[in-house]
């Protein structure tokens, strides 16, 4: 509330995501560890780690499990919050690199693809653990990224070179863009909660 430095938590490699899975312990993703490591809230401290191979980014909390993305690797993993074990993994594109979850309590999740795998939305059921839908790019040079919601998580938004929206109910992508770069090199994307603005 601040804005006044209140720790600082050292000893990791290349920290990108934090995300609080309890009211005293989270898990931060990494760049280049090869681990996702355990966060003690109340010493700001590391004490542990879960194995998890590759550049792991976005992750987000439903039904007692975090759902990572993975940048390096086809899959979205899935961590037992209570055990800190990775005890699940969901067949995706490469390049994972955003997840929200919607309405209706699905996960989606952007895919950069690469590697032999297409650019696509998944939209994931968090508890049959497996993919309800997936929305392919017709293109290589296609890149969605920076997924995000508005207030209700009735619609997505996403950078994909413009900025694009879908409701949550949509059956295809969307084929125009919600805002055109017009020679712009959009990098951040977030929306207002509270009254919608949408922000690049």
């Known amino acids: 509330n601040t804005f006044v430095r209140i720790a600082t938590?050292?000893?990791?490699?290349?920290?990108?995501?934090?995300?609080?899975?309890s009211n005293g312990k989270a898990y931060v993703t990494d760049l280049y560890a090869n681990a996702i490591s355990v966060v003690d809230l109340g010493s700001n401290t590391i004490t542990g780690s879960i194995a998890c191979h590759g550049w792991t980014e976005e992750l987000t909390?439903?039904?007692g499990k975090a759902f990572v993305t993975n940048k390096t690797h086809n899959y979205v993993y899935v961590i037992d919050t209570g055990t800190d074990?990775?005890?699940d993994s969901i067949a995706v594109s490469r390049g994972g690199n955003s997840i929200v979850e919607d309405a209706n309590g699905k996960?989606?999740?952007?895919?950069?693809g690469g590697g032999g795998t297409q650019p696509a939305l998944y939209r994931i059921d968090p508890i049959a653990l497996e993919v309800?839908?997936?929305?392919?790019?017709?293109s290589s040079s296609d890149s969605p990224w920076r997924l995000t919601t508005n207030g209700d998580h009735s619609m997505l938004y996403f950078l994909n070179?413009?900025?694009?929206?879908?409701?949550?109910t949509d059956a295809v992508l969307p084929?125009?863009?919600?805002?055109?770069?017009?020679?712009?090199?959009?990098?951040g994307l977030g929306v207002d909660p509270n009254n919608g603005t949408v922000y690049v």
């Not at 309800?132 to 017709?138: R, S, W």
């Open 61 to 63: 909390l439903a039904y």
């Open 161 to 168: 070179n413009h900025v694009y929206r879908m409701a949550i």
């Open 132 to 138: 309800e839908a997936t929305f392919a790019f017709g």
């Open 175 to 187: 084929t125009s863009p919600f805002i055109a770069a017009d020679g712009r090199n959009f990098y």
């Open 107 to 112: 996960l989606w999740v952007a895919c950069s």
């Open 85 to 87: 074990l990775l005890v």
């Open 9 to 21: 938590i050292t000893g990791f490699n290349s920290p990108r995501y934090l995300l609080p899975v």
